[in-house]
């Protein structure tokens, strides 16, 4: 079975731009959770999707946001960009909410 | 308000002796834990697991332990090897609607040769 995958796997963009990052969860799964790590912060939990669905929300601004298809994939974006937001973006898939989660490898943005 | 805390940023063993990976959550409401493991360059893989109803999980060279009542959590790597370098972050999920996975800030292990 395919592992999660996403795209693109580096990005280098300027202040005041947006992005759009993209996720395919593993073939059945239709949880999709989104997490923001930046050194010594560990996971900072951004979103999660389940059904097209957003089921829970972390503590970010409205410049992050997401979204999912019918066929579970999904897109985060981010509006905007300031220097912050240069960290690792990961996506995860499950079969559903709270359980195991598989990562995908990441998008490392860059802002500058 | 961080609810699950790894207080040690770094960890450093000699291969052969036993890893103890620490870590302590203050929400009452999580009912399930599980570990993770990262690799630089790669997302977190899933390793280990325990729900509430227990005290004790083992898989191979992995043992999780949780204690309710102090609201810890350990996981032992026994025996270590080089390869189990790598950053370790646990993770709680709470019961009811909000079963989001809250994690750590992550331990990173080294295992000397």
């Known amino acids: 079975k395919a592992g999660v995958t996403q795209t693109p796997r580096y990005l280098i963009k300027t202040r005041g731009q947006q992005v759009t990052l993209s996720c395919s969860p593993i073939?059945?799964?239709?949880?999709v959770s989104w997490y923001q790590q930046t050194p010594g912060q560990g996971l900072q939990f951004l979103f999660e999707y389940f059904s097209e669905t957003q089921r829970n929300k972390g503590n970010f601004p409205g410049r992050f946001s997401g979204r999912q298809f019918s066929n579970s994939r999904s897109e985060m974006n981010v509006s905007t960009l300031e220097l912050g937001d240069s960290a690792l973006y990961l996506c995860?898939?499950?079969?559903?909410?709270?359980?195991?989660?598989?990562f995908g490898p990441g998008t490392r943005l860059t802002v500058t | 308000d961080q609810q699950v805390k790894q207080n040690s940023p770094s960890l450093s063993v000699q291969e052969g002796r036993i890893s103890i990976l620490n870590c302590d959550y203050t929400n009452s409401m999580f009912d399930y834990f599980l570990w993770y493991k990262k690799y630089p360059a790669e997302g977190p893989t899933f390793l280990i697991s325990?729900?509430?109803?227990?005290d004790k999980n083992e898989d191979g060279r992995f043992t999780v332990f949780l204690n309710k009542s102090a609201k810890h959590l350990s996981l032992h790597i026994v025996p270590s090897q080089p390869g189990d370098s790598a950053v370790y972050f646990c993770?709680?999920?709470?019961?009811?609607?909000?079963?989001?996975?809250?994690f750590g800030s992550g331990t990173q292990l080294t295992v000397l040769p």
């Open positions: 993770a709680a999920r709470a019961s009811g609607s909000a079963r989001q996975l809250t």
């Open positions: 325990i729900s509430s109803i227990k």
């Open positions: 995860a898939s499950s079969l559903d909410v709270g359980y195991e989660q598989y």
């Open positions: 073939s059945g799964h239709r949880s």
